[in-house]
């Protein structure tokens, strides 16, 4: 956070879900956790589609609002339940 010129509080970036997290609501906790072991090829292609995607609408927001952030936050809260192997395999 910081201020601009007339004192109001401003944000210095801005942030979206990351791609785990929204494979996780699209598909339901269930399915993702189960795709994970027996279809982590179909889950690897959606996670790079929503990466894609969330990438895109990054700098969608970015031209449209005129922002200047310098950086995004990505939060990716359902990646914190893989353990260290496949947060690197899938989430990383």
Known sequence: ???????????TAFGTLGPFTVATDLRGPTE????LYER???LKKL?????????K???YR???LGESKD???????????LSPDL??????
Request: net charge negative.
């Open 62 to 64: 970015k031209q449209k």
């Open 32 to 35: 993702i956790y189960t795709d």
């Open 87 to 92: 947060y690197k395999e899938f989430a990383y």
């Open 1 to 11: 956070l910081g201020t601009n010129v007339v004192g109001q509080l401003i944000c």
């Open 40 to 42: 982590p090829d179909f």
């Open 57 to 59: 609408w990054c700098e």
């Open 47 to 55: 996670l790079d589609i929503l990466t894609n995607k969330i990438i």
């Open 71 to 81: 950086g995004v936050f990505i939060g990716d809260d359902s990646a914190a339940a």
